[in-house]
């Protein structure tokens, strides 16, 4: 079973910066489009960058467009979210899994997730 191993999360003051790393074993990662998901309390898991198994086209969802930037290293099996300009309501777990490849949901289970915490 594919789970996915995020990290990189913690408390930063709004401004800020982070970058989340997701680590997948048992399954390469370079034939799948890639996404970052995050999940607020007592709010629906949403999907916030996508990132294609070729030619690495990028989506964001209107919120974090402009301050995110999703990238993958297949060679290592990683996918990375660099987060800057945090707002306190980037406040979430942060996840990563599979995205699109023709299918409603993500492939694999979730991990644990990192935790994001904006201070404003």
């Known amino acids: 079973q594919v789970q996915p191993v995020e990290s990189g999360g913690g408390l930063v003051q709004a401004g800020g910066s982070l970058r989340l790393s997701c680590a997948v074993s048992?399954?390469?990662?370079?034939?799948?489009?890639m996404g970052w998901y995050r999940q607020a309390p007592g709010k629906q898991r949403e999907l916030v960058a996508t990132?294609?198994?070729?030619?690495?086209?990028?989506k964001y969802a209107d919120s974090v467009k402009g301050r995110f930037t999703i990238s993958r290293d297949n060679a290592k099996n990683m996918v990375y979210l660099q987060m800057s300009s945090l707002k306190p309501e980037d406040t979430a777990v942060y996840y990563c899994?599979?995205?699109?490849?023709?299918?409603?949901?993500?492939?694999?289970?979730w991990g644990q997730g990192t935790q994001v915490t904006v201070s404003s």
């Open positions: 899994n599979t995205a699109g490849n023709g299918v409603s949901a993500p492939l694999w289970s």
């Open positions: 048992k399954s390469a990662i370079r034939t799948f489009n």
């Open positions: 990132i294609t198994s070729s030619l690495d086209s990028t």
